[in-house]
């Protein structure tokens, strides 16, 4: 971080820098003491031709802007111009500039109609639907809206905070604005919503931005007595900020307040509350810095273990990682000793690392942020960050940080790219020095890098984890996704949400896809319940579907095409019992399996070996080969006790797994083979016709190799065959890590990434190199991009 070069003087109390202004030279003189909002406009042209097209600017301040466009867009001026609304509704404007003769040329604008009002001295001028006043007063030219306004336009004689900060503004940046802490859509740019409550003060702000990004720099005052939170920081001496190294790179939003002396900082606290100030020391005197990090909170010190030590009621709860995570009994402890700068309500569990002390409400929390420490993935450690840690300054009383999704909240704009922005704040005397940097971050593709693509939110918790369906139109692939609504939900390569379906009941399964009339247009096909969907591109029912079921469906659908010619036939499992339709919803009369009371256990799949089919599923102690008829075709004698797994086709062998860890293969002469996977009852396997994975607990093996992976709760691995190489997923939902491995037991380059839910890995784009996709939480999905 670079020393923050200090801009702007406090004129207020410095009188020897006030200027002795020309009243024909200062057309800021002519603005009410009382005005809402003040932009001041170094470079016009600038200004007005970017701020359309700026992300953050657009949606700050070009709604009030829209009204004086038709205006600015004609002036042609170098000189700075003035920009006031004067009241907080923004409904009346005033636009002040030098005058000359070259400056508003009303007869140069095409579709005006221009009257002179004698009796005030006043053009009115209309330009396609905007009605605007204007006079030249003192060489200064004044224009607005509202005829009042220029009719009783006249010099502020007296000095006022809001002169004074008008003769303070930066002239070699584009603009600045002062406004009112309490103007809602400006202040946003101060990141925090307590800086605007009963704010009367004026806040100057001096921009300086190109292309999307946006730097700021300027001051927010304060009263002279201790009524806003700036003042909580008088006398202390603002530190490094230090949680960024510790806060999890996919934070949200982080507030860090940071001191020299905390019992200074607490009393400045006391007296903002109107509280008698707590001689009682607690552990947050060993502080110097606490900040809130979405749902944890986050102590530094110089010194952690005293703040440990000093913590009395407490009790180890588990050891993660070589960690010991308390439980923390007092757990309203923090709910009003940091109000109104932080409100944390819960403080459950805690735990120490290096020189800080998380709390949090959750231990699973706590166990994901302390496995982001240990992998060195914070916020310092980012890209996004370090994009911007040159613009900010060593040491801040109050830093802000937020990413796309808050910022985008925060400013209610829907952004992209916007990974790391950071606003802080330096206290002085009566005031603070702000910092801003917005920026905008593509981040690079280096070689074998591993970058986050995007992330769409769903309404309601994902029920399944999402996976991939081929969209024919590119030849691209979506992505499709239900949650606990039982809403099903298509979302294009890009992150875009393209439609949303309700559906009767959860998806069994797999989608599978079915051109069903033999024209390349491919529809989707599922099972829910008690129900049998088709939808085409649109999520559009496609008739004769959804097809209604009195009797529960048990198991996903299969989708038979035997001889590749599309003439699909769609089979449905209802425990005991098999109904196969075609695609016009028809029940097939050559097909009849004689169940043997017996419930299907697994999905039924079609198999050909040579010229013969085969439809495979298991039962409750046995095998059944299937005929295309549905007559059995293969007569598996020996019962077999199945583990959840699936049946698959591997060595040309019909393979699944027992309860005692076995992999079972039958052969298509009946004759059973059993061999011993050391495997305990719990356990996954997964084939592709040469390919074995099984896995149990953390010990993943691919082929002949193992892998012993860190302690966790881990998903069933997945196969997938993509640009003639095979990969293997797994995810540990208690550290949240997705790990992509090779055939040959090797890990991919960057991985194991952040995510929440088993992944799927797919070629979604055009664009070289795969997709992974999986979930950042439980309402999320992420997809990123193997370069």
């Known amino acids: ?415 992209k790219n916007y990974h790391a922005n950071v606003v802080q704040y330096t206290y002085e005397d009566n005031y603070a020095h702000v910092n801003g940097v917005i920026e905008e971050f593509k981040k690079r593709a280096a070689s074998n890098s591993v970058t986050e693509t995007f992330t769409t939110g769903l309404d309601a918790q994902i029920i399944s984890p999402p996976q991939t369906v081929e969209n024919y139109i590119n030849n691209t692939h979506d992505i499709a996704v239900q949650d606990t609504n039982n809403v099903l939900y298509l979302i294009s390569n890009s992150g875009n949400i393209l439609w949303k379906k309700q559906l009767q009941g959860k998806i069994l399964g797999k989608i599978e896809q079915i051109d069903m009339y033999k024209n390349g247009r491919l529809q989707l096909a599922f099972t829910t319940p008690n129900r049998l969907y088709v939808l085409d591109r649109n999520g559009n029912d496609v008739s004769p579907f959804p097809r209604k079921f009195n009797d529960e469906i048990t198991q996903p659908l299969s989708v038979f095409d035997y001889d590749k010619q599309k003439n699909y036939r769609l089979l449905v499992t209802q425990d005991k019992t098999l109904l196969m339709y075609d695609v016009k919803g028809k029940a097939i009369n050559g097909f009849r399996y004689k169940s043997n009371s017996k419930s299907i256990t697994s999905q039924p799949k079609h198999f050909r070996i040579g010229s013969k089919d085969y439809i495979v599923f298991s039962t409750e102690d046995n095998l059944k080969i299937l005929n295309r008829q549905g007559s059995v075709r293969i007569d598996v004698k020996d019962k077999i006790r199945f583990s959840n797994n699936e049946v698959y086709l591997y060595q040309d062998k019909f393979t699944s797994s027992n309860t005692l860890g076995q992999l079972v293969q039958v052969d298509t002469k009946g004759k059973i083979s059993r061999k011993d996977l050391n495997l305990t009852d719990k356990h996954n396997i997964t084939t592709t016709s040469k390919t074995l994975v099984s896995m149990y607990e953390n010990k993943l093996y691919i082929k002949t190799r193992k892998l012993d992976l860190d302690y966790g709760v881990y998903t069933a691995p997945k196969i997938f065959y993509l640009n003639d190489k095979i990969y293997i997923t797994t995810t540990d939902l208690q550290s949240k890590k997705v790990y992509l491995f090779d055939s040959q037991a090797k890990s991919i380059p960057n991985f194991p990434v952040f995510g929440t839910s088993s992944a799927e890995l797919q070629k979604l784009d055009k664009s070289k190199g795969l997709e992974l996709i999986t979930q950042t939480d439980d309402k999320t999905i992420v997809v990123y991009k193997l370069h």
């Open 1 to 415: 971080m670079k020393p923050f070069g200090f801009l702007l003087i406090l004129l207020f109390t410095l009188s020897s820098c006030q200027k002795d202004y020309n009243s024909s030279k200062s057309p800021y003189k002519f603005i009410s003491s009382d005005t809402e909002v003040v932009i001041s406009i170094n470079e016009l042209s600038d200004f007005t031709s970017s701020i359309k097209e700026h992300s953050i600017l657009n949606g700050i301040y070009n709604k009030e802007l829209n009204k004086t466009s038709e205006i600015l867009k004609n002036l042609n001026t170098s000189n700075k111009v003035y920009v006031a609304f004067l009241n907080s509704s923004a409904t009346e404007n005033l636009i002040l500039t030098k005058n000359d003769s070259s400056l508003f040329i009303v007869d140069s604008i095409p579709n005006h109609i221009s009257e002179n009002l004698p009796e005030f001295n006043i053009t009115k001028t209309q330009i396609d639907s905007i009605i605007f006043y204007h006079k030249v007063l003192n060489n200064v030219f004044a224009a607005s809206n509202n005829l009042d306004v220029i009719k009783n336009l006249k010099q502020n004689e007296t000095k006022n905070k809001l002169t004074d900060l008008l003769e303070t503004v930066e002239n070699k940046t584009i603009a600045s604005v002062i406004f009112k802490s309490k103007t809602s859509n400006y202040s946003n740019l101060l990141f925090s919503n307590t800086f605007k409550e009963s704010n009367d003060n004026y806040s100057l702000i001096d921009l300086n931005f190109s292309d999307n990004n946006l730097h700021f720099n300027g001051i927010v005052t304060a009263t002279d007595s201790i009524s806003q939170i700036l003042d909580c920081f008088k006398k202390t001496i603002p530190q490094t900020t230090k949680t960024i190294n510790i806060a999890p790179a996919t934070t949200q939003s982080l507030f860090s307040v940071s001191f020299d002396d905390y019992s200074l900082f607490k009393n400045n606290l006391k007296k903002l509350n109107s509280k008698t100030p707590d001689s009682t020391k607690t552990f947050l005197n060993f502080t110097n810095e606490i900040a809130l990090a979405d749902n944890t909170l986050i102590l530094h010190s110089l010194d952690a273990n005293l703040i440990v030590e000093t913590i009395e009621e407490k009790s180890i709860a588990e050891t993660f990682r070589d960690v010991d995570i308390y439980e923390f009994e007092n757990t309203a402890f923090f709910k009003q000793r940091l109000q109104p700068i932080i409100s944390f309500e819960t403080a459950s569990y805690f735990f120490k690392h290096e020189d800080f002390v998380v709390f949090s409400d959750n231990i699973e929390t706590l166990k994901s942020f302390l496995s982001d420490a240990l992998n060195d993935q914070t916020i310092a450690n980012s890209e996004a960050f370090k994009n911007i840690e040159s613009y900010l300054s060593d040491d801040a009383s109050i830093f802000i940080y937020k990413n796309n999704d808050k910022l985008s909240e925060h400013l209610g704009i829907g952004l």
